[in-house]
């Protein structure tokens, strides 16, 4: 019954950060100009420390930005329509054993920032 009751604890951990992730990422600047490669990196940080500038103490204990797949679908100008944020490749440990979603939890947002394409 612990097992379960703490692998439902994480596994909603995650979901909660994830859709902050793809919340924060669906009204804030796109980076254009870098590939979004600024702007992946910003939602990431939202995901696991809860603030774009990072952190040094994950929401969710082993959490790593690495984790956290940024993804979105353009139109054909580049300028994103959606945003879905994901979490690969991370176990956690309940008590006799290891749990592992792939690619979940998953949020999906409609882009409503601004593009900037310089």
């Given at each position: 019954?612990?097992?379960?009751?703490?692998?439902?604890?994480?596994?909603?951990?995650?979901?909660?950060?994830?859709?902050?992730?793809?919340?924060?990422?669906?009204?804030?600047?796109?980076?254009?100009?870098?590939?979004?490669?600024?702007?992946?990196?910003?939602?990431?940080?939202?995901?696991?420390?809860?603030?774009?500038?990072?952190?040094?103490?994950?929401?969710?204990?082993?959490?790593?930005?690495?984790?956290?797949?940024?993804?979105?679908?353009?139109?054909?100008?580049?300028?994103?329509?959606?945003?879905?944020?994901?979490?690969?490749?991370?176990?956690?440990?309940?008590?006799?054993?290891t749990?592992?979603?792939?690619?979940?939890?998953?949020?999906?947002?409609?882009?409503?920032?601004?593009?900037?394409s310089?």
């Open positions: 019954m612990y097992q379960f009751g703490y692998a439902f604890f994480v596994y909603n951990q995650l979901q909660s950060a994830v859709r902050t992730g793809a919340r924060y990422g669906s009204t804030t600047d796109f980076d254009g100009g870098s590939g979004g490669s600024n702007f992946q990196g910003r939602v990431r940080n939202v995901v696991v420390y809860g603030s774009p500038t990072g952190g040094s103490v994950a929401h969710v204990k082993g959490l790593a930005t690495s984790n956290v797949n940024v993804v979105w679908t353009a139109d054909g100008a580049g300028i994103p329509q959606t945003i879905t944020v994901s979490i690969s490749n991370f176990s956690y440990y309940a008590v006799f054993r749990f592992t979603a792939p690619n979940k939890p998953r949020a999906t947002f409609l882009y409503l920032g601004q593009f900037i310089g």
